[in-house]
């Protein structure tokens, strides 16, 4: 999934500097703030065993 998100805003990037149209580039950042947003709250109100002992 990061990947991914990774990916889009790569893609994102280049839309811009490419100076595509001001919709795509707004587009393209809107839904992987969405993205983005959604991966933390999975992340966050997962359940991951994290007890780690020294």
Avoid: P, Q
């Amino acid at each position: 999934m990061d990947t991914l998100i990774f990916g889009g805003l790569l893609a994102t990037l280049i839309a811009m500097y490419r100076e595509s149209s001001r919709m795509v580039v707004l587009g393209a950042w809107w839904i992987m703030l969405l993205a983005v947003i959604l991966l933390m709250a999975h992340h966050i109100t997962s359940s991951l065993a994290l007890n780690l002992s020294y």
